[in-house]
């Protein structure tokens, strides 16, 4: 569908009206929980903007149809926890860990993993402050990093149904997210506190150990909260599934690194990595989605065509963007995102089939971002740098955020092939023109 | 003699003696010292990472290594900061943050092997059970001093024993405690806790001891160091005391660090709290709301970065507090 218009990245109105020529019955089509009767997800993404993501008027979207089908899956998110709830199914909120829990959540088949950390791009979808004021009500500090929006998500319970079970990852990982963690007691909820580990060469058996326990205290909770004593088979199906989606993606990744001009944006890159970590909540059908999305890609690479200019300066990203409109504007300006560090490492590499499953889990989360040391998180941008394909890094700090404050200067040291710049995230609509000049003097120093 | 950096009370100080070289804990706290470490972090690590990253860099000839641990995420990261601008070996304490006494006994064992390496000696039974000694010594003479200023009226305030605690901090017993006490004080009554009380903070202590008596206190500086009590004079002994000392605000679940405050707060009967935060440290300023609730007394709130350029408002603030929370008290 639409492979008749050119590659490009489209505005609201533009996919409105493009949105026209899709038929019904391929409307009916695509479902979630393969339910046709209620599973819809195919619209407009200006459909989401009257619910209230006014962030949308402004971004720009890839223009092909699974990009369509992408952007309503994610934005349908909500209301597919929801339905899930309703339908008897077990929501189970995996916090903090990134990649590695929800695979043994799925591995239950009525329940659903979410991760609340996702929804710290509400306020900037949104445009709204209404989740940040929330927090500061809570008693979180005004210099906080963005995800205290995730507490006055839970204390509006609004924006996802109540979990039957949290799971709280916490250790040698991000401060700011653990003490909004702690705070989830005081306003009602229990969760299962489950131990990070530091990572450390020459621990790593010692540490794979201990992340076995942990992990072995979750798979007894669910088979408590579904009554289901499965095998540990079950397990290994999921870290199956979890594998070909993790496949998929690096296929991905590299066939848009390697294409000669881009043939996919950095917002719909972003939100497919981030899709590794649990498959927005129907693994099944975002299979299907990134499927598509690659074969997209691969018939765009196969033209040579793509979304942005041939001679898009290569740079890396460091820390998830928290506002999604910072990776248009950097495309706007003559750049292409070639490679990222979102902190998602553990979500990203391959789990071993051929190992006791919870072994091959926790060796995959040795991998994890934020549990060892910044020269090894940024390792592959270095390389990257000095292989010459990438000209300057943006870091995306967030004012507060424990782990931003201590780790930039130490990338910059580590970075000085080329220019760094690292900018603080400014709240939900709060892109200056100051900080618009900022990103263009850096790219024109990397010019 | 050689000093050891070490940033944590869990980090046992026995064991960074039996090497030989002088256990010193990094706890300053100064603007300059401070803005001497944002050379090498952002405006907003918090300033007491910050200021002994300054110190250490300012003072790297006088240490041979230092030992930190995995507090908070901060703490932790100052580590590799450490190591990237300075010559000096580093070791890392993974101190677990939900109940795991296996990953700290763990730990501990890793630990006596960096120590045994940088001291270029064998930590015996012997040698440990002497250090023990000694630094037992030294905390039950904090532990005396400690029920003066729990006393009613206390005897004993919370800004001479800081000058202990720094003496403890710094590795130099005092040749003898204080047998005479300050004039007793009949202020109303406050707990004092909070992020960490630096080595410089004194007058700060001073300025609230003018309207208020802290008669007990949970913050690294003072008096962590009283909290543990090594039973048997050994290894074993010190992975004991050491983790089951009363739990940090970072612990998970961190009911217990409420159910010691609580208990603290009734026993040395409590008028008021007040809680000292620095910038970014986020480990106390979220709680700050749910203290406030949980311990049912009211609290007088004080953030710093370091400086005393809000000296006058704190001085109003401070007696107003005291004002307020004279007929006030925990029972
Ligand atoms: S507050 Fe707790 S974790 Fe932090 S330095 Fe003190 S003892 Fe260690
Ligand atoms: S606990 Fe607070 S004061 Fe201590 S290092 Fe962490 S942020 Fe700084």
Redesign the pocket.
């Known amino acids: 569908m639409f492979s008749e218009v050119a590659p490009k990245r489209i505005t609201l109105s533009e996919w409105s009206r493009q949105f026209r020529k899709v038929p019904d019955e391929v409307i009916k089509k695509f479902n979630y929980y393969q339910n046709s009767d209620w599973g819809r997800y195919l619209s407009p993404p200006a459909t989401f903007f009257v619910y209230g993501a006014r962030e949308l008027k402004e971004l720009k979207f890839d223009n092909s149809f699974s990009s369509l089908r992408l952007w309503g899956f994610v934005f349908n998110e909500s209301e597919r926890l929801f339905r899930a709830k309703q339908t008897g199914r077990k929501v189970i909120a995996t916090m903090g860990d990134l990649g590695i829990i929800p695979v043994i959540v799925m591995a239950f088949p009525e329940a659903i993993p979410f991760y609340p950390e996702c929804f710290w791009w509400v306020p900037f979808y949104n445009k709204s402050n209404v989740l940040l004021t929330r927090a500061s009500e809570l008693g979180i500090p005004e210099a906080t990093c963005f995800s205290k929006a995730i507490l006055a998500a839970f204390s509006k319970r609004a924006y996802f149904p109540v979990p039957d079970l949290i799971i709280a990852a916490t250790g040698a990982s991000c401060d700011d997210y653990s003490c909004l963690m702690q705070l989830l007691e005081d306003i009602g909820y229990n969760p299962l506190w489950v131990e990070i580990p530091l990572r450390r060469q020459g621990s790593e058996e010692r540490v794979a150990g201990y992340l076995i326990e942990e992990y072995q205290k979750i798979w007894q909770k669910m088979v408590e909260i579904t009554g289901r004593n499965l095998q540990k088979e079950e397990l290994k199906k999921s870290i199956r599934k979890a594998n070909y989606l993790r496949s998929l993606v690096k296929e991905l990744k590299e066939t848009v690194s390697q294409a000669k001009i881009a043939p996919l944006p950095a917002l719909e890159m972003m939100v497919i990595e981030f899709g590794n970590l649990y498959g927005y909540g129907d693994f099944a059908e975002w299979i299907k989605i990134v499927e598509g999305i690659l074969q997209t890609v691969k018939e765009r690479v196969a033209k040579g065509i793509g979304v942005l200019r041939e001679d898009a300066i290569p740079i890396a990203w460091v820390t998830p963007s928290a506002d999604p409109i910072l990776l248009n504007l950097i495309e706007d300006f003559g750049c292409r995102v070639l490679t990222t560090e979102y902190l998602i490492n553990q979500a990203l590499v391959p789990i071993s089939e051929n190992l006791d499953p919870f072994l091959a889990l926790a060796q995959a989360f040795l991998n994890a971002s934020l549990i060892g040391t910044t020269k090894e998180r940024i390792r592959r941008i270095k390389e990257e740098v000095e292989k010459g394909r990438i000209k300057g890094v943006l870091i995306t700090n967030v004012l507060g955020a424990s782990h931003c404050a201590l780790e930039t200067k130490l990338m910059e040291e580590e970075l000085q092939a080329v220019p760094v710049l690292a900018i603080d995230v400014p709240s939900p609509g709060g892109i200056t023109e100051q900080l618009k000049t900022r990103l263009e003097a850096f790219i024109e120093t990397i010019k | 003699m050689g000093l050891i950096g070490y940033?944590?009370?869990?980090i046992p100080v026995e064991l960074l003696s039996a090497t030989g070289f002088l256990p010193y804990r990094l706890i300053h706290g100064t603007i300059s010292f401070s803005e001497k470490g944002e050379e090498v972090v952002k405006v907003d690590a918090c300033p007491l990472v910050k200021a002994n990253l300054g110190y250490l860099l300012e003072n790297e000839k006088r240490f041979v290594g230092v030992v930190g641990?995995t507090?908070?995420d901060l703490?932790r990261r100052q580590l590799e900061v450490i190591t990237h601008f300075t010559s000096l070996p580093v070791h890392i304490l993974n101190?677990p943050r939900t109940d795991n006494p296996k990953i700290f006994n763990d730990e501990i064992e890793e630990l006596v092997k960096f120590l045994e390496k940088l001291g270029q000696k064998k930590l015996t039974p012997e040698l440990v059970a002497r250090e023990i000694e000694r630094w037992e010594n030294f905390r039950e003479g904090l532990r005396v001093m400690d029920q003066q200023r729990k006393a009613k009226p206390s005897l004993f305030s919370t800004s001479d024993f800081h000058k202990l605690c720094i003496s403890y901090h710094k590795g130099n017993p005092p040749a003898n405690f204080p047998s005479s006490t300050s004039s007793p004080s009949t202020n109303p009554r406050v707990y004092l806790l909070g992020?960490?009380i630096s080595y410089e903070a004194n007058p700060f202590l001073q300025l609230l001891e003018k309207d208020l008596q802290i008669v007990g206190d949970f913050n690294?500086g003072i008096s962590?160091p009283l909290l543990i009590k090594i039973r048997e004079k050994n290894l074993t002994g010190i992975k004991e005391a050491y983790y089951h000392q009363p739990p940090?605000?970072?612990k998970r679940p961190n009911k217990k660090f409420y159910e010691w405050v609580s208990m603290e707060l009734k026993e040395r009967h409590c008028q008021g709290i007040v809680a000292w935060t620095l910038d970014y440290c986020d480990?106390y300023e979220f709680e700050l709301s749910r203290m406030e609730k949980t311990f049912g007394l009211p609290l007088l709130r004080i953030r710093s970065d370091f400086s005393f350029s809000h000296i006058s408002q704190w001085q109003l603030r401070i007696a107003a507090f005291a004002e307020s929370i004279k007929e006030n008290i925990y029972v």
């Open positions: 940033t944590c009370s869990y641990a507090g908070c703490a101190n992020s960490p690294c962590r940090c605000i970072f480990n």
